[in-house]
């Protein structure tokens, strides 16, 4: 039976691979969107399994960030992107 530190650091581990997954696709929409100005964040949402919603937030601060571009994105368990909606194209 595992033992408590031993499931929290299968927790941890777990975290740490899927926020590391989430950056990789994240890298990938802005390496072929390009990079906007006054880049705020990249925000990439899990949806259900492979498919996500990432968003580009552009702006100075949280409180006036706004969305400038949105894509439906579905990608393998290596997070390499397979398919976007819309489709990506350079914008910057």
Sequence with gaps: MATKQQREQRQDME??????????????????????????????????????????????????ARIANSFFVEADGDGNIAKTTPQITTQY
């Design 15 to 64: 975290q740490h691979r899927r926020e590391t997954h989430n950056a990789l696709i994240g890298e990938q929409v802005i390496h072929t969107l390009g990079r906007p100005g006054r880049l705020f964040k990249v925000q990439v949402r899990p949806l259900w399994e492979n498919n996500y919603r990432v968003n580009i937030l552009i702006g100075e601060e949280a409180v006036s």
